[in-house]
């Protein structure tokens, strides 16, 4: 892929005290984010949190109620048309014509963009090539599979390489074969020197992909770092207990919040409880935490059938830090899709 220059030493994006207002409903209050260039940077939050609200802002495509916002060192407002130019946006649904072929789709964004005959039509088979389409591309898109729509989608953001692609849940919907081939792409386009904003609200997605990830919640960014450092934030680690007898699991829970000084989450398994373990100086002083809790239970006559400790998962994470699992938001704080 051939990179678009790109000028000066400004972070890809920069964003303090961003706000966005409608009606009653505050879709942003106060977003202070800075994403480096040439990384994958994950948006995590669940449904309503304010992540395509962000994404519309960032591309132009919305204007803020407050802040100060720059993409690739240009203001969001004053210049936005010298932002457009060096960005490409893949949203959450395919913008592909279904009537036409996977080439010729490419071919009209080809010449949408400026780009000569010969260019695109080299542009078309170098991209149809690289995400694996060549086989497909004298077919209709309606006759693709998701996966493979997702892929020419991506494609037609790379008609002309951006120097900044954001990314709004590309795989929602997948299967996880199409999803894996979503996350390769992404990795081609970030190695290829592409900054790449990613949101999502699947919390593997963003441990795959992601340097740095920012998690937003009711417009807000509640915590930002690693994945490793994120989970860090919560507790050193994570016991998971499985008993033999689910009716057992209020009286173990009780046992092991108070053993623990942790909060203990049932599972979707009746049998199943996890508790994080605050950070202990060693990991002597954790395995000791956990014997005692142990000998707590079997004194109390409650059966243990299996047991693991381990790094809190990105999942644990996020419930830690918001308060809830990721998933669909009471209330919808998206601005309407056009």
């Given at each position: 892929m051939t990179k678009v220059s790109s000028d000066g030493d400004h972070p890809a994006v920069e964003a303090r005290g961003l706000t966005k207002v409608y009606g009653e409903n505050r879709a942003l209050d106060g977003i202070d984010?800075?994403?480096?260039?040439?990384?994958?940077?994950?948006?995590?939050?669940?449904?309503?949190?304010?992540?395509?609200?962000?994404?519309?802002?960032?591309?132009?495509?919305?204007r803020p109620?407050?802040?100060?916002?720059?993409?690739?060192?240009?203001?969001?407002?004053?210049?936005?048309?010298?932002?457009?130019?060096?960005?490409?946006?893949?949203g959450q649904f395919a913008?592909?014509?279904?009537?036409?072929?996977?080439?010729?789709?490419?071919?009209?964004?080809?010449?949408?963009?400026?780009?000569?005959?010969?260019?695109?039509?080299?542009?078309?088979?170098?991209?149809?090539?690289?995400?694996?389409?060549?086989?497909?591309?004298?077919?209709?898109?309606?006759?693709?599979?998701?996966?493979?729509r997702r892929r020419l989608d991506i494609g037609a953001s790379l008609i002309v390489t951006p120097d900044l692609l954001f990314l709004d849940e590309p795989t929602t919907g997948l299967d996880p074969r199409s999803r894996n081939q979503v996350w390769e792409l992404v990795r081609r386009v970030a190695a290829?020197?592409?900054?790449?904003?990613?949101?999502?609200?699947?919390?593997?997605?963003?441990?795959?992909?992601?340097?740095?990830?920012?998690?937003?919640?009711?417009?807000?960014?509640?915590?930002?770092?690693t994945s490793a450092q994120l989970k860090s934030r919560v507790g050193s680690s994570t016991l998971h207990i499985r008993l033999l007898d689910g009716e057992q699991r209020p009286q173990a829970s009780q046992i092991l919040a108070g053993a623990l000084a942790g909060t203990v989450q049932p599972a979707a398994d009746p049998l199943a409880l996890s508790v994080m373990i605050a950070t202990q100086p060693d990991a002597t002083d954790t395995g000791r935490?956990?014997?005692h809790a142990m000998t707590r239970l079997g004194e109390a006559g409650v059966g243990i059938a299996e047991l693991s400790l381990g790094q809190p998962s990105l999942d644990e994470a996020f419930l830690a830090l918001t308060g809830h699992r990721t998933g669909p938001a009471t209330t919808d704080h998206e601005e309407p899709q056009a």
């Open positions: 984010l800075t994403i480096p260039r040439g990384q994958v940077f994950g948006f995590l939050g669940p449904n309503g949190a304010g992540k395509t609200t962000t994404i519309r802002i960032l591309a132009t495509l919305a109620s407050g802040g100060m916002v720059r993409v690739l060192g240009h203001d969001v407002l004053t210049e936005a048309q010298a932002i457009r130019a060096r960005v490409a946006v893949t913008s592909l014509d279904e009537d036409l072929t996977g080439y010729e789709n490419l071919l009209i964004l080809g010449r949408l963009q400026g780009l000569p005959r010969a260019a695109r039509r080299e542009r078309a088979d170098a991209l149809l090539a690289a995400f694996d389409l060549t086989g497909a591309a004298g077919r209709p898109v309606g006759g693709y599979s998701g996966g493979m290829a020197g592409t900054t790449v904003l990613l949101t999502t609200q699947y919390l593997e997605e963003a441990d795959q992909l992601a340097e740095r990830i920012a998690v937003i919640d009711s417009g807000r960014i509640v915590a930002e770092g935490l956990v014997g």
